[in-house]
T-cell receptor
Framework: KQEVTQIPAALSVPEGENLVLNCSFTDSAIYNLQWFRQDPGKGLTSLLLIQSSQREQTSGRLNASLDKSSGRSTLYIAASQPGDSATYLCAVEPFNAGKSTFGDGTTLTVKP | DAEITQSPRHKITETGRQVTLACHQTWNHNNMFWYRQDLGHGLRLIHYSYGVHDTNKGEVSDGYSVSRSNTEDLPLTLESAASSQTSVYFC????FGAGGYNEQFFGPGTRLTVL
């Protein structure tokens, strides 16, 4: 059974800092890995999706990498801003089914 | 723009009542999912569907049912609501083909309270 872990559970940084969020998974036979952002009381917003054949994806100040062999993905946020404060979740989808396993998320607070 | 809508956004009901949560997507996606989100448990899959008339159980399906009569809608029914089903419910959709790579898109959620 796939298990997805996100450490740390919470992170607080000053504005302007570059930061890395981590996502680990136990089964490397994945179809894709997706990073989401969730604001309090809101739904999940897709940030980046990395296919199993890719190593990384970039969108603006966000860069997500994937290392299947080690079962790890990282989400890099450059020049953090208070508006980046949210919970970030990763989800891993296996090859044999279209349903994902989610991590519990990392709650990020960026202080002005 | 394509979207997923959920209704109602908030619902309070009593133990034992039947409740139906609606999910409607205009992405024309074949895959649809229902999750519940609880503190300490993260997002857990309740039911999912890969197309019209297809439904499958997720990891926490007891007490819930779904039916898929068209591409756009996947209503979630709580047959006899229990306090343990107090939660936030999210609907999502995705598509395998046409370069979609099964990227999931989520609705805004329904907050359900069972008294």
């Amino acid at each position: 059974k796939q298990e997805v872990t996100q450490i740390p559970a919470a992170l607080s940084v000053p504005e302007g800092e570059n930061l890395v969020l981590n996502c680990s998974f136990t089964d490397s036979a994945i179809y894709n890995l997706q990073w989401f952002r969730q604001d309090p009381g809101k739904g999940l917003t897709s940030l980046l999706l990395i296919q199993s054949s890719q190593r990384e994806q970039t969108s603006g100040r966000l860069n997500a990498s994937l290392d299947k062999s080690s079962g790890r993905s990282t989400l890099y946020i450059a020049a953090s801003q208070p508006g980046d404060s949210a919970t970030y979740l990763c989800a891993v989808e296996p090859f044999n089914a279209g349903k994902s396993t989610f991590g519990d998320g990392t709650t990020l607070t960026v202080k002005p | 723009d394509a979207e997923i809508t959920q209704s109602p956004r908030h619902k309070i009901t009593e133990t034992g009542r039947q409740v139906t949560l609606a999910c409607h997507q205009t992405w024309n996606h074949n895959n649809m999912f229902w999750y519940r989100q609880d503190l300490g448990h993260g997002l857990r899959l309740i039911h999912y569907s890969y197309g019209v008339h297809d439904t499958n159980k997720g990891e926490v399906s007891d007490g819930y049912s779904v039916s898929r009569s068209n591409t756009e809608d996947l209503p979630l029914t709580l047959e006899s609501a229990a306090s343990s089903q107090t939660s936030v419910y999210f609907c999502a959709s995705s598509e395998f083909g046409a370069g979609g790579y099964n990227e999931q898109f989520f609705g805004p959620g329904t907050r359900l309270t069972v008294l």
